[in-house]
């Protein structure tokens, strides 16, 4: 069984998929730009991007009953490499040891236009 889940606290969704979906104990979070949940990017600059994604997938995962320390697997996508260690600097504030697997990749061009994309799955406790 899968439940919908969704948030005013984050990015509606522009297509036909959903913020997030729960299922057999896993929440899968669609990727998350650096824009507001208004729609409009945050910044230029890949910083306040990510920053603004990890937002995003802070507002879903609460949305669940869950937080950071539920996510088991997160996917970047970086529409420069270069910007690896920036966003990784980001990403790794938000959470505190025992970090998910995850993956990094680098793309040619992300919705929007936008400098970085993640997406998450996280399970509940």
Known sequence: MKKIIHTNNAPQAIGPYS???????F???SGQLGVTAAGEFVGVDVKSQARQSMENIKAILSA?????TNVVKT?????DINDFATVNEIYASY???DFPARST????TLPKNGLVEIEVIATQK
């Open 95 to 97: 959470f505190s040891g």
């Open 19 to 25: 913020q997030a979906v729960m299922a057999n104990g």
């Open 64 to 68: 669940a009953d869950l937080d950071f």
């Open 27 to 29: 929440l899968f979070i």
């Open 75 to 79: 996917t970047i996508f970086l529409a």
């Open 105 to 108: 990749v680098a793309i040619k």
